[in-house]
């Protein structure tokens, strides 16, 4: 397959890529929430359900933790930019 290029994505039309591509964005978006913003709380499996039991929580955010995922966040996005030869992700799980 790998000879034929069989396995490559452009056989999808660039809609198809770019919409299942942001389909998992927010999918994985959505499922790190929980962790991000330290809910102490069991998360449902679906979707919607889970961005219904993020803001009916909203008051029970751990806000050190968020302030260090915030953080962390920054360090990753802000090193990127000014500083190419050492990943921002290797310097944000250092810190």
């Known amino acids: ?4 290029k069989m396995g490559t994505i452009s056989v999808l039309s660039f809609p ?3 919409g299942f591509t942001s389909g998992i964005a927010v999918t ?3 499922t790190q929430m ?3 913003f330290g ?3 069991d998360v449902p499996a679906g979707f919607i ?5 993020y803001f009916s929580n909203i008051a029970s955010i751990d806000w050190i933790e968020a302030a260090m995922s915030i953080g ?3 360090i990753i996005i802000v090193w990127g930019r000014y500083v190419k030869k050492i990943p921002g992700s290797l310097i944000a799980l250092i810190a």
């Open 72 to 74: 962390c966040l920054l």
């Open 16 to 18: 198809h890529s770019v």
């Open 49 to 53: 359900p889970q961005w219904i039991c």
């Open 39 to 41: 809910f102490s709380m």
């Open 34 to 36: 929980k962790d991000f």
């Open 1 to 4: 397959m790998g000879l034929t």
């Open 28 to 30: 994985i978006f959505s």
